[in-house]
């Protein structure tokens, strides 16, 4: 009965239906960020596709407004619904005030969808937890936030989400400091997702954002070549 109603908690206290969602979330592709100097960085491990598909069609770091961006883990068709939701509410916030809204909004406005969707009948969680990063308008303040199922919003200065996330952020606690220089950060970041993706460097997507609406996903000659360099 507690795992089938989303209302009713359990003797234990928990909502079956969101403990779920979290496993979602940590069978899904690891995606990691990390706050550097003047920089953010985000990777993540996407699915690997056929020969015949269209690589474009599979992303894991999706652009919501010019500074801002969005990486996921867990459930890929319920990520499409919130970065669409983002989207249209950023322009939304854009067209009602003509300024820009911030990244802290944003991650606010998403936890807001998921929480929403914890206590309503006839639905179910969002099995996806959320990495949101980005400057805000005319900002030099790195921020990044994340957001897991149950709604939760929260600051990091270096998180991750999915497959192995304990194990990665127990090397983040060790290896991460702050205001690292981009190279740095970029080295370190590649050196870790390498040891826990499965498909190796061409499953892994990498994406740099900076002040002043600056977003760029890293080319994979660029990625070989640090990759080069670590070893």
Same mark, same amino acid.
């Given at each position: 009965m507690y795992?089938k109603?989303?209302?009713?908690?359990s003797p234990e206290g928990?909502l079956?239906?969101?403990?779920y969602a979290?496993e979602?979330?940590?069978?899904?592709g690891l %995606?990691l960020?990390?706050?550097?100097?003047k920089c953010?960085?985000?990777?993540? *491990?996407?699915? &690997?596709v056929?020969? @015949?598909?269209d690589q /474009?069609?599979?992303q894991?770091?999706i652009?919501?407004?010019?500074?801002t961006?969005?990486?996921? &883990?867990?459930?890929?068709? #319920?990520s499409?619904s919130?970065? #669409?939701y983002?989207?249209l509410?950023?322009?939304?916030f /854009?067209y009602?005030?003509?300024i820009d809204?911030t990244?802290? #909004?944003?991650?606010?406005?998403i &936890?807001?969808?998921?929480q929403?969707?914890?206590?309503?009948a006839?639905?179910? +969680?969002f099995g996806? %937890?959320?990495?949101i990063?980005g400057?805000?308008?005319?900002g030099?303040? +790195?921020? @990044?936030f @994340?957001t897991?199922?149950?709604?939760?919003v929260? /600051?990091?200065?270096?998180? &991750?989400i999915g497959?192995? %996330?304990?194990?990665?952020?127990?090397i983040? *606690?060790? !290896?991460?400091?702050?205001?690292?220089?981009?190279?740095?950060?970029?080295?370190c970041?590649?050196?870790?997702?390498m040891?826990?993706?499965e498909a190796g /460097?061409?499953?892994?997507?990498?994406a740099i954002i !900076?002040p002043g609406?600056h977003?760029?996903?890293? +080319?994979d000659?660029?990625i070989?070549?640090i @990759?080069?360099e670590?070893?």
């Amino acid at each position: 009965m507690y795992d089938k109603s989303l209302s009713i908690f359990s003797p234990e206290g928990t909502l079956s239906q969101v403990e779920y969602a979290l496993e979602a979330v940590k069978k899904g592709g690891l %995606s990691l960020g990390m706050v550097g100097e003047k920089c953010i960085i985000l990777a993540a *491990e996407r699915k &690997a596709v056929p020969k @015949l598909q269209d690589q /474009r069609t599979v992303q894991k770091i999706i652009r919501i407004n010019p500074h801002t961006a969005m990486t996921f &883990a867990g459930i890929v068709s #319920d990520s499409r619904s919130l970065y #669409d939701y983002a989207r249209l509410q950023s322009q939304s916030f /854009r067209y009602s005030l003509d300024i820009d809204i911030t990244v802290e #909004d944003i991650a606010k406005q998403i &936890a807001f969808k998921k929480q929403e969707y914890t206590q309503r009948a006839g639905v179910r +969680p969002f099995g996806l %937890s959320c990495i949101i990063a980005g400057f805000d308008e005319g900002g030099s303040e +790195p921020k @990044l936030f @994340l957001t897991d199922p149950s709604g939760q919003v929260t /600051r990091w200065k270096a998180g &991750a989400i999915g497959k192995n %996330s304990d194990k990665v952020l127990g090397i983040l *606690e060790e !290896k991460y400091k702050e205001d690292m220089p981009e190279d740095e950060l970029l080295k370190c970041i590649i050196g870790i997702m390498m040891q826990y993706i499965e498909a190796g /460097r061409k499953n892994l997507e990498i994406a740099i954002i !900076k002040p002043g609406n600056h977003f760029q996903i890293v +080319p994979d000659e660029k990625i070989e070549k640090i @990759l080069s360099e670590i070893r």
